[in-house]
């Protein structure tokens, strides 16, 4: 500090500037958690108590009580969601520098009117319209800010899944953090320097601007971070896209190649049958009425690039021992586009066969598929049988996959379809079945 020259901010906002910047980042980026209710409950006690504890700590300390109020809040912040400590420490870099901001900006104003003083929680002689004066200002300026700094970073956060934070993005947080705290709070460790406020007036101004760039330089950084990944995104989704058309129309041409065999192999039959050998005649038309029945059964929905794109999955079940049925009305999903219904239906299902193939027991291998028009809308569902736990973010099933990173665009891509549709998806794993259910409004074919 600059003794005479700025007045201490008081432990206790420290402590609420804190917890408030938890509070702002746990539900800014994952709102529907019901982990952050411990932070309303018992961290601002914790923060307020460690804030007062290092407050009677000697000067020399200064640097150490700072770093571990900066772990308090990486810990608060890990306490309070599932994220990887990557992830935490990302988020702990905002925070932290959100509280810096919040408490300073807010000091600054408070000193700077005329009745305001910095003895509010220590001098028991002062008026009480004076210290609930500071204790209003307290909740009018850090709710604005955290107010304003929770929309801003919803929608930062929001889209596509901002977790698994890379070494080097890490890093850059880290580094903006460091220079940001650092070059705020000079004038608290030496009196002269370039960057050294010779006044307290600019003491405040200092770190109340350093502060802000540091949290308009990082809110930039995850911008950017957010626009790169949904620019991916895309770009994989619309291969995917382009791969489930070109899937459906080999599986056309597959089609038309069945047909003619299936034409020709009815001529073969015929010829068998007058074959002498009735044990050789036998076993040939056995074989031969295998293949047929095989090749005719095939999903008729009354749309035939659906009928193709269905009974494509259906060889794939029977190869795998995979038991589908089809519910599905394919003329109440005229209205969508080849590609989009081939992205829909080829993504959902590729998932739903790649888990059934990971049971064990082929009774349990079960894909249920329905598509159904009711009222005004047009309904799908594709479920499979999965008795096993499936943790979701922002509604979206996270992959099993190691490298999660990149995958899980199926489920997206079914999402951005779904919302060209206007309508809505939800992915739910209830009584050991996961369902992908579609709500569509009807539209003109």
Same mark, same amino acid.
């Not at 201490?8 to 500037?17: M, Q, Y």
């Not at 598929?369 to 049988?385: G, L, P, S």
């Given at each position: ?10 432990? $206790? ?25 411990? !932070? ?29 109020? @900066? ?39 408070? #000193? ?8 509010? $929680? ?18 009018? !300026? ?87 990944r949904a620019s991916s995104e895309l770009a994989v989704t619309q291969l995917m896209m382009q791969a489930q058309h070109s899937q459906y129309l080999q599986s056309q041409r ?6 003619? !065999? ?22 040939? $038309? ?54 989009? $219904? ?16 990971? !049971?064990?027991?082929p009774e349990q291998r079960i894909i249920k598929v329905a598509a159904f028009n009711r009222q005004n809308f047009v309904i799908i569902t594709i479920e499979n049988y999965w ?10 099933p996270q992959t099993t996959k190691a490298n999660s990173a990149h995958h899980g665009f199926g489920s997206r891509s079914i999402r951005r379809i779904t919302e060209t549709y ?13 369902? #992908?259910? #579609?709500?569509?409004?009807?539209? @003109?074919?």
């Amino acid at each position: 500090m600059i003794e005479g020259l700025l007045p201490d901010i008081p432990r $206790l906002f420290t402590g609420i500037a804190e917890w408030a910047a938890v509070l702002v980042y746990v539900l800014a980026t994952n709102r529907r958690s019901a982990r952050w209710i411990p !932070i309303v409950v018992g961290l601002l006690p914790a923060f307020i108590g460690l804030q007062l504890f290092l407050g009677i700590l000697p000067q020399v300390l200064w640097t150490l009580g700072m770093f571990t109020a @900066a772990l308090a809040v990486l810990g608060a912040i890990q306490l309070s969601t599932t994220y990887a400590w990557r992830d935490s420490l990302y988020l702990a870099m905002r925070a932290f520098i959100l509280a810096e901001f919040m408490q300073s900006l807010h000091w600054q104003l408070w #000193v700077a009117l005329p009745w305001s003083t910095d003895q509010i $929680l220590t001098d028991s002689t002062l008026p009480p319209p004076i210290v609930a004066g500071a204790l209003v200002s307290l909740v009018l !300026i850090y709710g604005a800010v955290c107010a304003v700094v929770y929309v801003a970073e919803r929608r930062n956060f929001s889209g596509t899944p901002w977790t698994g934070v890379e070494r080097s993005t890490l890093l850059i947080s880290v580094g903006i953090a460091l220079v940001a705290f650092t070059f705020s709070n000079m004038s608290f460790v030496i009196n002269t320097g370039p960057f050294v406020g010779s006044s307290g007036t600019d003491v405040f101004y200092i770190r109340t601007l350093v502060d802000l760039l540091g949290l308009v330089a990082l809110y930039v950084q995850q911008s950017r971070r957010s626009h790169s990944r949904a620019s991916s995104e895309l770009a994989v989704t619309q291969l995917m896209m382009q791969a489930q058309h070109s899937q459906y129309l080999q599986s056309q041409r597959n089609a038309d190649d069945l047909n003619r !065999i299936h034409h020709d192999l009815k001529h073969v039959v015929h010829a068998l049958r007058e074959e002498e050998s009735a044990e050789r005649r036998e076993h040939y $038309l056995n074989e031969l009425e295998s293949t047929v029945r095989r090749y005719e059964s095939e999903t008729r929905t009354g749309h035939a690039p659906l009928d193709v794109i269905l009974s494509t999955q259906q060889s794939r079940c029977v190869e795998h021992g995979i038991s589908m049925t089809t519910m599905v009305d394919g003329t109440a999903l005229k209205f969508m586009d080849l590609m989009s $219904l081939s992205t829909l239906f080829g993504n959902a299902l590729d998932n739903a066969i790649e888990a059934s193939c990971k !049971i064990p027991d082929p009774e349990q291998r079960i894909i249920k598929v329905a598509a159904f028009n009711r009222q005004n809308f047009v309904i799908i569902t594709i479920e499979n049988y999965w008795p096993h736990e499936v943790e979701f973010d922002d509604g979206i099933p996270q992959t099993t996959k190691a490298n999660s990173a990149h995958h899980g665009f199926g489920s997206r891509s079914i999402r951005r379809i779904t919302e060209t549709y206007r309508g809505t998806v939800t992915f739910t794993s209830e009584n050991d079945w996961f369902t #992908v259910r #579609v709500l569509l409004p009807r539209q @003109a074919s």
